[in-house]
């Protein structure tokens, strides 16, 4: 995680990010799943790992973007 932290975060932090994210995300479902929780609990956690994702993948460009200006 200290490679987002660092003053110029690159692709691969960002990806590396989004897929820790994606698999927190899948095995929660599964948890879920498991315990037989209502569907909206897990719509919230799916659409909310694309907001997670969206932000972060917005936040990393707008640092790029103040970088190389």
Do not use: C
């Not at 990806?15 to 037989?36: D, E, G, P, T, Y």
């Not at 969206?54 to 707008?62: C, P």
Request: net charge positive; no cysteine; charged share 10%.
């Amino acid at each position: 995680m200290s490679d987002w932290f660092a003053a110029v975060p690159t692709h691969g932090a960002l990806f590396k990010r989004s897929m820790i994210n994606v698999a927190w995300a899948i095995v929660l479902l599964f948890v879920m799943m498991f315990f037989q929780v209502s569907a909206e609990y897990a719509a919230v956690v799916f659409y909310g790992v694309l907001v997670v994702n969206g932000v972060m993948g917005f936040v990393f460009f707008r640092q790029r973007q103040q970088i190389h200006d």
